[in-house]
Each structure stands twice: as structure tokens, then as C-alpha cells.
């Protein structure tokens, strides 16, 4: 039994946030099983799992579950969503320094009306992990474990590595930016992730795929009518540099889907709705023609250090 890191999870909420303490729990104890029902509720194809949790543990993660979804669809009641990273904001998040508090960054950066705090109490603590889409995925696109999740901060770390070592292990922030920078060359995508239940913070970076991670797949299928994702604060640019190539057009080029050719296929085009400037194309192009640029539609960045400047300066 881990009692310190389970006390500790406990006592980090207030008296009126003890509920969530338990889904906090649970969630992290079991994000496997957590993301299984997630595949089922979807229809999708999943692998069993070597352990179980017994039937009352997977009612509360399913009706967990249930609340989401119900939530998920207006951008006031939505209680578990992601912002789009660049690698380069990624990396802050991983590399502070000193406490951070961003208490409730613009409705520009974040356009949730729950769940939308940074603070990093201890940010040197990261935890990094098995991605549990796909451990759970029957056929997932990378060779298994593929250590792509980062939890960022205490209590989480403590309690994750402690609870769930199977999945997840404590590394110094210098392997997250490795890590980062490796899930960049794969092209997959930075996301930070927010939810209700870890009192409404940041809590963890996902660096996934469009094939494997859920979330992307999800807003791919629906093409965004569920407001749970929020670009990056920036858009892909195709400069006169462009041969034609074709290559970031290429079904593996885009994560979502926003990159096709002109007519002639002379050139590629960028679909900017589409467009959640993750920059995970940039790999692609041998004439280095792709470049992200501030795209004021897409809000504004969570660049901690940007913003921390700016609430220092305007409090």
C-alpha cells in the first residue's frame, strides 16, 4: 500500500472538492482501464487487459465516463479537453523552474469555462508513460510500450508513479525534452490536458498520433463539432519554396487532415479551419516550405513564459 502519495492526493483538495479526489484516484490508478471503456463506448477494438479492477471500479469509471461525453459538447460545460502545443511551448511546460501560477489564462488561450489552470507547485516532477490508447488499441501503429504520456507535477507524479508503475516512471526533466522532441519527429502531436477533477489544471502533455490517440480521432471523425480540442494559436504557412512534392499531403503528413495538393499538384494547400498548428507536417517537407505563423482566429498560445510575463505586468 502507498498510503503517503494517497494522503497526499487527498489532502491536496478542499473540504468541497473531496468528491473529485476519488475519480482523481481512480482515474490515475487505472487510466488503462479508464481508456478501455472509452474504446467500447466508441465501438472500437480492444485488447484485453492482464489485470483486473473488479466490477464497482469499472460502474465509477464508466459513469465517469458518461459524464464527460454529456458534458463535452458546449465549451461551458466541458470538464476534460486539450490545448494544441507547439514543441517549442511543450518544452516550457517541462522546463520551468520556479512554482508557476496561471491562475485562468484568456478565454483566448484557453476558451473553457472549467478546468483551464496552470500551476506547477513542484514543476521538476514528471512522470512519463505508456500512452494508455495504445495500450488498449489491438493494433497500435508504434512497437509496445511507447512512452509518449507525461503527467507534470505534484500530486499526480508521486501518486501515478507510485500507484500505476507499470505504466508510468519518474524521469528529470531533461528526458521529457527528449521525449518531446522524439514524438516531434514521429510527427506526433503535443497536447496539454485539463480536467475538472485535478482541480480544474493542467495536469498532463499527451504526444500522440491520429491513428492510435483517441482524442485526434475523435475530432477528425467529427470534425470538430465537439469542442474539446483548442488550436495550437497558430496555422501552417506554405511558402514559395514549395516544389510540389506532395509529401505532407501524404496521409501521414497532417494529423488532421488539413493538407492537400492544388489542381496541378504544383503546391501544397493548407486548409486553415482545419489547421490546428501543431506543426507536425514541418518534418515532412525536404524543401522546408512549411512554416507556423500566429493565426489570431486560432486564439493565442499557451506560452507559460509569455503569460506569466503578462500577468506580472498587469495583475
Known amino acids: 500500500m502507498h498510503l503517503s502519495s494517497a494522503r497526499d492526493l487527498y489532502s ?11 475519480i482523481a484516484y481512480l482515474y490515475l490508478k487505472h487510466i488503462d482501464h479508464f481508456m478501455k471503456h472509452v474504446y467500447a463506448m466508441l465501438g472500437l477494438p480492444a485488447r484485453e487487459l492482464p489485470d483486473s479492477v473488479g466490477e464497482t471500479v469499472d460502474d465509477i469509471l464508466r459513469g465517469h465516463l458518461a459524464q464527460i461525453a454529456e458534458t463535452a459538447g458546449d465549451l461551458a460545460s466541458n470538464i476534460y479537453h486539450g490545448k494544441v502545443l507547439t514543441l517549442r511551448d511543450a518544452i516550457q511546460l517541462v522546463t520551468q523552474q520556479a512554482p508557476l501560477a496561471l491562475p485562468a489564462p484568456s478565454e483566448r488561450v484557453l476558451p473553457f469555462k472549467l478546468a483551464r489552470e496552470v500551476i506547477l507547485e513542484q514543476p521538476d516532477a514528471i512522470a512519463l508513460g505508456t500512452c494508455a490508447c495504445r495500450r488498449v488499441a489491438k493494433e497500435p501503429c508504434l512497437p509496445m510500450p511507447a512512452e509518449v504520456c507525461m503527467m507534470v507535477g505534484e500530486p499526480w507524479v508521486s501518486f501515478i508513479t507510485e500507484h500505476n508503475p507499470r505504466m508510468f516512471r519518474r524521469v528529470a526533466q531533461s ?14 502531436v503535443h497536447a496539454a490536458y485539463f480536467k475538472k477533477e485535478m482541480r480544474g489544471r493542467f495536469y498532463a502533455i499527451c504526444n500522440c498520433c491520429d491513428c492510435c490517440c483517441i482524442g485526434m480521432r475523435m475530432w477528425n471523425m467529427l470534425e470538430g463539432a465537439v469542442p474539446f480540442l483548442a488550436p495550437s494559436g497558430y496555422a501552417m504557412t506554405v511558402t514559395d519554396d514549395c516544389t510540389g512534392c506532395g509529401r505532407c499531403a501524404e496521409p501521414k503528413g497532417c494529423p488532421f487532415h488539413a493538407i492537400r495538393m492544388n ?12 489547421c490546428m498548428g501543431c506543426g507536425a507536417c514541418e518534418r515532412t517537407c525536404p524543401d522546408g516550405a512549411l512554416a507556423l505563423e500566429r493565426d489570431p482566429a486560432k486564439g493565442d498560445p499557451l506560452d507559460v513564459e509569455a503569460l506569466a510575463r503578462e500577468l506580472h505586468h498587469h495583475p
Open 175 to 188: 528526458e521529457a525534452v527528449e521525449a518531446l522532441h522524439a514524438a516531434h519527429e514521429r510527427g506526433d
Open 263 to 274: 489542381d496541378d499538384a504544383t503546391r501544397a494547400l493548407i486548409d486553415r479551419p482545419r
Open 12 to 22: 491536496f483538495y478542499s473540504l468541497e472538492e473531496k468528491s473529485d479526489s476519488y
